[in-house]
Nanobody
């Protein structure tokens, strides 16, 4: 059984910063990739950023230059540093991990950016 536990969401003013964390635990042999997705009210879940085991990262155009994804392989943890936050970044952020080629999801953490 694999669990992903997210933390770090909250309420922040526009222009502010937040750092999300997601720790994977359980029967983990190898994590192929980890990433963050988000879902705003009334919208589909969308990719924010992903990072491969080799630490190559890819970002959605809307967050490039503002968000940074990183991972600590020793801790099976992925982070999302979010700077220069905008109201349109408001969403539930979900952690994703591909472990032994299966997709796992966290429970989600709410991020609200006020004007």
């Amino acid at each position: 059984q694999v669990q992903l536990v997210e933390s770090g969401g909250g309420l922040v003013q526009a222009g502010g910063s937040l750092r999300l964390s997601c720790a994977a635990s359980g029967s983990i042999f190898r994590i192929n990739g980890m990433g963050w997705y988000r879902q705003a009210p009334g919208k589909q879940r969308e990719l924010v950023a992903i990072i491969a085991s080799g630490e190559d990262a890819n970002y959605a155009d809307s967050v490039k230059g503002r968000f940074t994804i990183s991972r600590d392989n020793a801790k099976n943890t992925v982070y999302l540093q979010m700077n220069s936050l905008k109201p349109e970044d408001t969403a539930v952020y979900y952690c994703n991990a591909v472990i032994m080629y299966k997709n796992y999801w966290g429970q989600g953490t709410q991020v609200v950016v006020s004007t």
